[in-house]
C-alpha cells in the first residue's frame, strides 16, 4: 500500500552529522508488509516503513516493536511543546523531541523492563533464553539517572507521528534488545527476529538475498543503507558499549566516540572510517571485522556475520577461495588483537590438560571428585524438547555438571567436589546460575547499569528438579560438599564470574586468576541485516561488593606453573607479553585432593576454635 504523509501531519526530525552530506527534505515513505522469521520460523508479517530520503532503510515504530515483541502496551501523545511521549501501563515514559533529534528515558528499566518473573510466552524482553532459571526480581540501589539517545549527533532519521515514533529497524533492535539477546534484522526481503545462537549459526537464507549476492560481485551498496550502517555502528558503540577497559580505544571511545578515536588513530584510521562507508560490500566487512576484532577487541567484542556471509554465498569450496575471504585478513586481524591472540594462546592449556587427564568429564581420587566445566553453554534445543516431554535429559555443559553431582552423591567416600575451570571460555549466565543454586545454594548476581548507573542486584530462581514447575521441592535438590575451582587465564566472562561467586560462597580457588570478561553481551546489528556481538553497558557484573569482576579471581590455594623462556621470547616477537606456562600440576589428581583436604581441614579447625 502506497501512503504518502504530509508535513502537516508528520513531524520529521533530520540532523546530519559531520561525515554526511544529504540535504533535508521530506515528501513521505512506503509502507510494505514485510514476512516475518521468529526464530527461524514463519511468524505472518509486519508492516515497515520506507521513507523517501532513505528509500532501502526500513522503519519501524517504538510501539509496533514492543506490541509484536509483546512488551509494555504503549500509548503515544504529542505535547504542546511539540514534543511526544511514549507511556507504558506502569506509568514510565519515553520523551522524543523532534526540534533536538532526541529522545530521553527518565528510567530505562522502568520503560523497557516487563515485571518479573517473565512467562515462557515472552517474545522479547525474556530475562533468561532457558526454562530451567528464571530472574525473580531485580533490586537498584538508587534512583535511575535519565538517560538521552542523541540522534542529531549521528544523522539518524527519526519521524513522529499521530500513531507511533519510527526509527530504523537496526537502531530500534540495538536499543530494545536484551540479555537473552533477542534482536531484529531486516536483510531487504525478510524480518528475522531471533536470539544470537550459541553454536553461530544463522537461520536458513539470512544471508542468501539477491541484493547481497550482487553486491558481494561488486555491485555498490545503496548509498543511504551505508551512511545508516555506520550511523549505527557509531551510535551503538558510543550508547551502549560496556568499556571492560581492555581494548585499544576503549578508553578513547568513552572520551570522544567511536567515530574521532578512529580518526585519531591518523591514517589506519581514516581508511577504516572510509571504508565503513563505502559503498564497495567487501570493503565494509573488512573494515567492521577490523574495528571490532582489533581496535573494540575484548573477548566479547566480534563481527560475528563475517563467516556466515562468507559460507551462505559459496557454492562450494573452490568458490569461498575465490572470494579471498571477503577481504578479511583473518590472521592480520588475529595478530594485531592483544585479547583475541591471548585467548588463542590459551588454548594451549587445553592441549595439555588433555594429555594428562584424557577427554573424562568426571575424576574420582580418594575423597574428592572433579567435574570437568569447559563452558556454560546450554544445548537450548535439548532443553526443549526435553522439557515438552520429547527428549532425554540433556548432557550438555549443565548436564555433565548436574549428571557428575549425582554420581559424587552416590559415593559416600566423597567429600569434596572440584570443579575444573581450567579451560572454561564462558557461555551463558543461565547454567552459571543453576550450578550456584544446586552447589552452594546462592541465587544473587550483582551489576551496574552504566546507562543509569546504579547498583543491580539480581535474584534468580533454578527449577532444579528439572519438572518445569518453580516451588518449594526445587529447594530440596543441594548437594553438600566442600567446593574448590580450579581456575587459569583461560578462564573468562561466566568462567571468570562463576569462581568469584562460588568463592563468596564458601568455595576454595585454585590455581591462577582468570582473565576476566565483567560484561554480558550485548548483539548490535546494522541496516544490512549483518549482526555482532560486543561488551555491554547494561550488564555488567560485579562481586557482592560492588567491584568490577574485570580483573579476575584471587586465589587461594595458588599452583605455579611452569615457565619457558625460549618459548616466551619468541612470542615477544609478536608483541605478546604473556608467556607460555606449563600446567602439568594443574592436573595431578593427588595434588589437587590434598589441597582440598587440607584446606578445608584447617577450615574447620579455625571454626572449632
Request: charged residues 25%; negative net charge.
Amino acid at each position: 500500500m502506497k501512503k504518502i504523509v504530509s508535513l502537516l501531519a508528520m513531524i520529521l526530525c533530520v540532523c546530519i552529522p559531520a561525515f554526511a552530506d544529504e540535504t533535508e527534505s521530506s515528501t513521505g515513505f512506503t509502507e510494505k508488509a514485510v514476512p516475518v522469521l521468529l526464530d527461524g520460523k514463519d511468524d505472518g508479517e509486519l508492516p515497515l516503513r520506507f521513507y523517501d530520503e532513505t528509500p532501502d532503510v526500513p522503519y519501524m515504530g517504538i510501539s509496533q516493536y514492543a506490541a509484536f515483541m509483546k512488551l509494555h502496551s504503549l500509548t503515544l501523545e504529542e505535547k504542546e511543546d511539540g514534543t511526544f511521549v511514549l507511556e507504558n501501563e506502569i506509568g514510565a515514559d519515553l520523551v522524543f523531541d523532534p526540534e533536538a533529534c532526541v529522545i530521553t528515558i527518565a528510567d530505562w528499566n522502568r520503560f523497557f523492563d516487563l515485571p518479573l518473573p517473565l512467562e515462557d510466552e515472552a517474545k522479547g524482553w525474556k530475562d533468561t533464553a532457558t526454562r530451567f532459571i528464571r530472574i525473580s526480581n531485580v533490586a537498584f540501589e538508587k534512583e535511575a539517572a535519565p538517560d538521552t539517545l542523541d540522534f542529531a549527533r549521528y544523522g539518524i532519521r527519526v519521524y513522529a507521528d499521530e500513531t507511533d515514533i519510527y526509527l530504523p529497524v537496526s537502531t530500534l533492535s540495538n536499543i530494545m534488545t536484551d540479555i537473552a539477546t533477542n534482536h531484529m534484522l531486516y536483510n531487504g526481503e525478510k524480518l528475522y527476529v531471533q536470539r544470537m545462537s550459541i553454536d553461530g549459526s544463522t537461520p536458513e537464507g539470512l544471508y542468501e538475498t539477491e541484493r547481497l549476492k550482487a553486491e558481494l560481485q561488486g555491485q555498490e551498496r545503496p548509498a543511504d543503507l551505508a551512511k545508516q550502517c555506520y550511523a549505527d555502528l557509531c551510535f551503538n558503540i558510543d550508547h551502549f558499549f560496556g568499556h571492560p577497559g581492555k581494548a585499544p580505544l576503549d578508553q578513547a571511545v568513552a572520551e570522544v566516540g567511536l567515530d574521532q578515536a578512529l580518526a585519531g588513530l591518523g591514517k589506519e584510521g581514516k581508511s577504516l572510517i572510509k571504508k565503513l562507508q563505502s559503498l564497495d560490500l567487501t570493503e565494509y566487512i573488512s573494515a567492521l571485522n577490523r574495528v571490532l576484532m582489533v581496535y573494540l577487541g575484548d573477548g566479547h567484542t566480534l563481527f560475528t556475520s563475517a563467516s556466515a556471509v562468507m559460507l551462505d554465498n559459496s557454492d562450494s569450496l573452490e568458490s569461498v577461495l575465490g572470494i579471498p575471504l571477503l577481504g578479511l585478513d583473518v590472521t592480520g586481524d588475529l595478530l594485531s588483537s592483544p585479547t583475541y591472540m591471548k585467548q588463542t594462546l590459551h588454548e594451549t592449556i587445553t592441549l595439555q590438560r588433555k594429555m594428562i587427564w584424557g577427554d573424562n568429564t568426571y575424576r574420582e581420587y580418594d575423597n574428592t571428585a572433579i567435574l570437568r566445566l569447559d563452558s556454560f553453554m546450554p544445548d537450548e534445543a535439548a532443553w526443549a524438547s526435553y522439557y515438552n516431554g520429547e527428549g532425554d535429559f540433556p548432557q550438555d555443559s549443565l548436564g555433565i555438571v548436574l549428571t557428575g553431582l549425582k554420581k559424587a552423591s552416590e559415593n559416600p567416600k566423597i567429600e569434596n567436589v572440584i570443579f575444573d575451570l581450567s579451560c572454561n571460555g564462558g557461555g551463558s549466565p543461565d547454567v552459571m546460575m543453576a550450578i550456584l543454586e544446586v552447589a552452594t545454594g546462592q541465587t544473587q548476581l550483582y551489576g551496574i547499569h552504566k546507562l543509569t548507573g546504579r547498583r543491580m542486584t539480581f535474584t534468580f530462581e533454578a527449577d532444579t528438579n528439572f519438572d518445569g514447575v518453580y516451588d518449594e521441592k526445587d529447594k530440596e535438590v543441594r548437594y553438600d560438599f566442600n567446593y574448590g575451582v580450579l581456575v587459569t587465564r583461560h578462564a573468562f566472562s561466566c568462567g571468570n564470574l562463576f569462581p568469584i561467586i562460588a568463592q563468596e560462597g564458601g568455595a576454595v580457588l585454585i590455581g591462577e586468576p582468570s582473565s576476566g570478561g565483567s560484561c554480558c553481551v550485548q548483539v548490535g546489528t546494522d541496516a544490512e541485516g549483518f549482526s555482532y556481538m560486543m561488551s555491554s553497558a547494561q550488564w555488567q557484573l560485579t562481586d557482592s561488593t560492588g567491584e568490577t569482576v574485570e580483573g579476575g579471581c584471587k586465589i587461594d590455594l595458588p599452583i605455579k606453573a611452569k615457565s619457558n623462556k625460549t618459548v616466551d621470547s619468541l612470542l615477544g616477537v609478536f608483541g605478546v607479553d604473556e608467556g607460555l606456562p606449563y600446567y602439568e600440576k594443574y592436573f595431578d589428581d593427588a595434588n589437587l585432593s590434598g589441597m582440598m583436604n587440607e584446606y578445608f581441614q584447617e577450615e574447620s579447625e579455625d571454626l572449632a576454635a
